[in-house]
């Protein structure tokens, strides 16, 4: 079952055409791949989230998807900070610590896309007085944003 | 983060009304902030290096 109907899909499709300035790549974390059985509600929503992952990124040959699983790969996990799932890093032509934690379902659905594309540009569209801010900061900044799919 | 999926971290940090923001797990804000205060939030959170100045600042 297609998550995006052919005219939602044309639409992202063209925006990443016009908007993507770079690749993009999806590390997706998994509680785990195939075999193992897991409580119910967790399987269904991690599965769900992969299939949306996997249109997505066939919509643009700039978009790659990497799954993982974090019962078997907990170096890939460590690797990129990954401690919950399901979870998606988004790296563009670096790692900046963008990660989504959870379905990309509703209206984060466009969260995510917005994610990719700013992901995608190296300089991201924030203010002088901003960068100057944030270039000055003493400690790390660990930003969680909390959302409700609606 | 999806709060719906991991009630834990939203009981955690008290999250009822989203957007809601939390940084380095002490500093929060609720709703869609504008820009300035949004890095506001961050630096009061992540704290400032101390401008070089030869002057004393308290």
Same mark, same amino acid.
């Given at each position: 079952?297609?998550?995006?109907?052919?005219?939602? &899909?044309?639409?992202? +499709?063209?925006?990443?055409?016009?908007?993507?300035?770079?690749?993009?790549?999806?590390?997706?974390?998994?509680?785990?791949?195939?075999?193992?059985?897991?409580?119910?509600?967790?399987?269904?929503?991690?599965?769900?989230?992969?299939?949306?992952?996997?249109?997505?990124?066939?919509?643009?040959? +700039?978009?790659?998807?990497?799954?993982?699983?974090?019962?078997?790969?907990?170096?890939?996990?460590? +690797?990129?900070?990954?401690?919950?799932?399901? &979870?998606?890093?988004?790296?563009?032509?670096?790692?900046?610590?963008?990660?989504?934690?959870?379905?990309?379902?509703?209206?984060?659905?466009?969260?995510?896309?917005?994610?990719?594309?700013?992901?995608?540009?190296?300089?991201?569209?924030?203010?002088? &007085?901003?960068?100057?801010?944030?270039? +000055?900061?003493?400690?790390?900044?660990?930003?969680?944003?909390?959302?409700?799919?609606? | 983060?999806?709060?719906?999926?991991?009630?834990?971290?939203? %009981?955690?940090?008290?999250?009822?009304?989203?957007?809601?923001?939390?940084?380095?797990?002490?500093?929060?804000?609720?709703?869609? %902030?504008?820009?300035? *205060?949004?890095?506001?939030?961050? *630096? %009061?959170?992540?704290?400032? %290096?101390?401008?070089?100045?030869?002057?004393?600042?308290?």
């Amino acid at each position: 079952m297609a998550f995006l109907n052919e005219q939602d &899909a044309a639409f992202v +499709r063209k925006r990443f055409e016009d908007e993507l300035a770079s690749e993009v790549t999806l590390e997706f974390f998994t509680p785990s791949i195939g075999g193992l059985a897991l409580p119910g509600q967790d399987a269904e929503m991690a599965e769900y989230a992969r299939q949306i992952l996997t249109e997505v990124a066939a919509l643009s040959p +700039r978009i790659t998807l990497n799954v993982h699983s974090m019962a078997s790969e907990p170096e890939a996990a460590a +690797r990129f900070g990954v401690a919950r799932t399901p &979870a998606t890093a988004i790296l563009g032509a670096a790692d900046y610590g963008v990660r989504f934690y959870g379905m990309p379902a509703g209206y984060e659905f466009a969260t995510l896309l917005e994610l990719i594309l700013d992901v995608s540009k190296a300089q991201p569209p924030l203010s002088e &007085a901003t960068k100057a801010t944030l270039g +000055r900061l003493k400690d790390e900044a660990h930003i969680q944003v909390f959302v409700t799919p609606t | 983060m999806e709060a719906s999926e991991f009630p834990d971290l939203a %009981q955690r940090f008290s999250v009822y009304a989203v957007p809601k923001t939390v940084i380095n797990e002490t500093t929060e804000f609720v709703g869609a %902030q504008p820009e300035a *205060a949004f890095v506001g939030y961050v *630096a %009061q959170a992540a704290g400032m %290096q101390e401008a070089s100045t030869t002057s004393e600042e308290s």
